[in-house]
């Protein structure tokens, strides 16, 4: 073999490592590239600008997270906000109302799709009724916030009743008392929803599922 075939030969291979070397790089780039973007997606995720943002209902969001905040607040720093114990407990007992007819009535139905409510018959029995919209997909974010909040401030009820409790705060026991008992309403309502919408959604997908396959076998048929 002839020294100018080894050169030619040598030059190509440094043309091809070279080539390699550049498809590596760009390789590398690329993965780079798309796990900073997968970072910058799940730091967005995390951000509550962005749950807002993606909100379907942001201001009744809003709302719903306020009325359980503002109450908190106003049930630790009683009193340094309020000077008279007995205005801080109407305060307290007022907002607790409002939060507990809003969660209800109002961020329930927009938030999640679910409803619940309870109504006398004529012959004194009472009767609990269970509402939920037979849809799947629902907004992640307003979900999130819904359920979150009402975990949360079932949490806080929880353990500010039996701290005033074993302190022997009778007064402030029975306030958060009364708020832990329209919290636990709210959510043992919500939760019995919860479960018959998901119910309703795996029938309607077994439906489906039925109606597509006889399509199927129909079509086969006469085929």
């Given at each position: 073999?002839?020294?100018?075939?080894?050169?030619?030969?040598?030059?190509?291979?440094?043309?091809k490592?070279?080539?390699n070397?550049?498809?590596?790089?760009?390789?590398?780039?690329?993965?780079?590239?798309?796990?900073?973007?997968?970072?910058?997606?799940?730091?967005?995720?995390?951000?509550?600008?962005?749950?807002?943002?993606?909100?379907?209902h942001?201001?009744?969001?809003?709302?719903?997270?306020?009325?359980?905040?503002?109450?908190?607040?106003?049930?630790?720093?009683?009193?340094?906000?309020?000077?008279?114990?007995?205005?801080?407990?109407?305060?307290?007992i007022?907002?607790?109302?409002?939060?507990?007819?809003?969660?209800?009535?109002?961020?329930?139905?927009?938030?999640?799709?679910l409803?619940?409510?309870?109504?006398?018959k004529?012959?004194?029995?009472?009767?609990?009724?269970?509402?939920s919209?037979?849809?799947?997909?629902?907004?992640?974010s307003d979900?999130?916030?819904?359920?979150?909040?009402?975990?949360?401030?079932?949490?806080?009820?929880?353990?500010?009743?039996?701290?005033?409790?074993?302190?022997?705060?009778?007064?402030s026991?029975?306030?958060?008392?009364?708020?832990?008992?329209?919290?636990?309403?709210?959510?043992?309502?919500?939760l019995?929803?919860?479960?018959?919408q998901?119910?309703k959604?795996?029938?309607?997908?077994?439906?489906?599922?039925?109606?597509?396959?006889?399509?199927v076998?129909?079509?086969?048929?006469n085929?």
């Amino acid at each position: 073999m002839s020294e100018g075939s080894l050169n030619f030969n040598i030059e190509i291979n440094d043309d091809k490592n070279s080539n390699n070397l550049i498809e590596n790089e760009e390789y590398k780039n690329e993965n780079k590239n798309n796990q900073n973007k997968e970072k910058s997606e799940n730091n967005e995720d995390i951000s509550i600008t962005n749950f807002y943002k993606k909100s379907s209902h942001p201001i009744i969001s809003s709302l719903h997270l306020l009325f359980k905040l503002i109450n908190i607040i106003l049930f630790i720093f009683q009193g340094l906000l309020i000077k008279s114990d007995s205005i801080g407990i109407i305060f307290i007992i007022i907002i607790g109302s409002c939060d507990f007819w809003f969660t209800k009535n109002i961020s329930g139905r927009f938030l999640v799709g679910l409803r619940w409510s309870n109504k006398i018959k004529e012959n004194g029995n009472e009767v609990w009724i269970y509402e939920s919209k037979n849809e799947e997909n629902m907004n992640k974010s307003d979900t999130f916030i819904f359920w979150t909040c009402l975990y949360l401030s079932n949490a806080f009820w929880i353990f500010s009743s039996f701290f005033e409790f074993i302190r022997f705060k009778f007064i402030s026991f029975s306030v958060s008392l009364v708020l832990l008992i329209f919290n636990t309403s709210n959510l043992f309502g919500y939760l019995k929803c919860s479960k018959i919408q998901r119910e309703k959604i795996e029938s309607f997908k077994n439906k489906l599922i039925g109606k597509v396959g006889k399509d199927v076998m129909m079509s086969q048929l006469n085929y």
